[in-house]
């Protein structure tokens, strides 16, 4: 199974961006299916946007559409999420997760994704 490391996180103002970064550790990551997940306090986790190892079945959440862009380099081993136009809704811990058996689209539950990192915390100020 592949290791995630989540990076990017942090404090911005509202309308600001950031990049997340996962960075994979593991032979198999190369057809894995990838997706960024976020948890507000108080809320459940929910997916926000998912990629294949193909690169041809991006999926993003609808508040994420527009604003928030998945994109993978398989040869870094890296998914990145870039969040531009950020609301404070947007506040939360983001985590990466991996599904091994390399799902297209990527699938929406929680439950499917094996792997998963340790978060970071993106922090919007209104």
């Known amino acids: 199974q592949v290791q995630l490391v989540e990076s990017g996180g942090g404090l911005v103002q509202a309308g600001g961006s950031l990049r997340l970064s996962c960075a994979a550790s593991g032979r198999t990551f190369s057809s894995t299916t990838v997706a960024w997940f976020r948890q507000a306090p108080g809320k459940e986790r929910e997916f926000v946007a998912g990629?294949?190892?193909?690169?041809?079945?991006?999926r993003l959440e609808d508040s994420a559409k527009g604003r928030f862009t998945i994109s993978r380099d398989n040869v870094k081993k890296t998914v990145y999420l870039q969040l531009n136009r950020l609301e404070s809704e947007d506040t939360a811990v983001y985590y990466c997760?991996?599904?091994?058996?390399?799902?297209?689209?990527?699938?929406?539950?929680?439950?499917?994704?094996?792997?998963w990192g340790q978060g970071t915390q993106v922090t919007v100020s209104s």
């Open positions: 997760a991996a599904d091994h058996s390399g799902q297209k689209p990527p699938p929406l539950e929680q439950g499917e994704y094996d792997s």
């Open positions: 990629i294949d190892w193909s690169l041809n079945w991006p």
